[in-house]
């Protein structure tokens, strides 16, 4: 039923795109109501599905698309379905350029001239400031980080970064060595700060085997590398799987909920 829900939930995502582009203060984010919070100088829309486990908070976050797509409307049913299997509230945002969330500092990241927006500190010390709101907002003193493509790769990064900010995280298709792709030294990924990182936190790491994207090798590579730091990490391969919803798999989701049920 739920995979009927995704391709239908896919059909209108393809076709629905919000307004982007906008820049919204932090007053006018105040009266767009609860599915909006301002943080890191950008008014973020987000999708909610209530759990009944206190003090957890799951924040899903998407990779890079269509500048403009309505990715909430993607990811709304994975966050229902996450937050029904692990009885924990669990939040989808819409990052700056997508869906109802403004542009006030960043684009979208396929926005025309931004290259590897996903590897810029700033960018992603933003992010750390939108997971410390929604934390503080939902009194949560335990976060899970599901990151797809690019936002694997950022919240991976953050963990070093921010240590103890998040307590697990799930990557699924993402990249942890940016200076494999890019000769800009500017850039930052999780390898550049893997010694900060907090041997608590709890890592899944999520390839297919037919992610063209990602390949395999990506995952693996950096699995070794966790493993010699001494960090608790964990592999998941997803047999025959592509790019494309590779955190929604059902191997990604039983790892989830396995990992939240300890």
């Known amino acids: 039923m739920f995979k009927k829900i995704m391709i239908t939930m896919s059909v209108l995502f393809l076709i629905s795109t919000a307004l982007y582009g906008a820049k919204i203060s932090q007053s006018e984010c105040a009266t767009k109501g609860e599915k909006y919070?301002?943080?890191?100088?950008?008014?973020?829309?987000?999708?909610?599905?209530n759990g009944d486990r206190k003090n957890s908070l799951n924040i899903i976050v998407h990779g890079t698309w269509k500048e403009g797509t309505n990715t909430l409307a993607r990811y709304a049913p994975f966050a229902e379905n996450i937050a029904l299997q692990t009885d924990i509230t669990t939040i989808a945002i819409a990052l700056p350029g997508y869906a109802?969330?403004?542009?006030?500092?960043?684009q979208a990241l396929s926005h025309d001239g931004v290259e590897n927006l996903a590897a810029n500190k700033a960018y992603i010390d933003f992010l750390g400031e939108l997971v410390s709101a929604l934390k503080n907002r939902y009194k949560a003193t335990t976060v899970t980080y599901i990151g797809?493509?690019?936002?694997?790769?950022m919240g991976a990064t953050l963990t070093g970064l921010k240590p103890n900010l998040i307590d697990n995280i799930v990557c699924a298709g993402g990249r942890y060595d940016i200076h494999e792709v890019s000769q800009n030294n500017a850039l930052i990924s999780v390898v550049d700060?893997?010694?900060n990182v907090s041997k608590d936190t709890h890592f899944i790491l999520v390839y297919g085997t037919k992610d063209e994207v990602s390949e395999p090798k990506i995952t693996k590579a950096f699995y070794e590398m966790?493993?010699?730091?001494?960090?608790?990490?964990k592999l998941v391969e997803v047999p025959d799987a592509p790019h494309l919803d590779l955190d929604m798999s059902d191997e990604s989701v039983d790892a989830i909920v396995e990992l939240l049920d300890n």
């Open 226 to 233: 966790a493993l010699k730091k001494g960090l608790d990490v």
């Open 148 to 153: 797809h493509s690019a936002g694997a790769m």
């Open 37 to 49: 919070i301002f943080a890191g100088g950008e008014c973020i829309e987000f999708f909610k599905a």
């Open 100 to 106: 109802g969330s403004s542009t006030n500092n960043f």
């Open 193 to 195: 700060v893997l010694d």
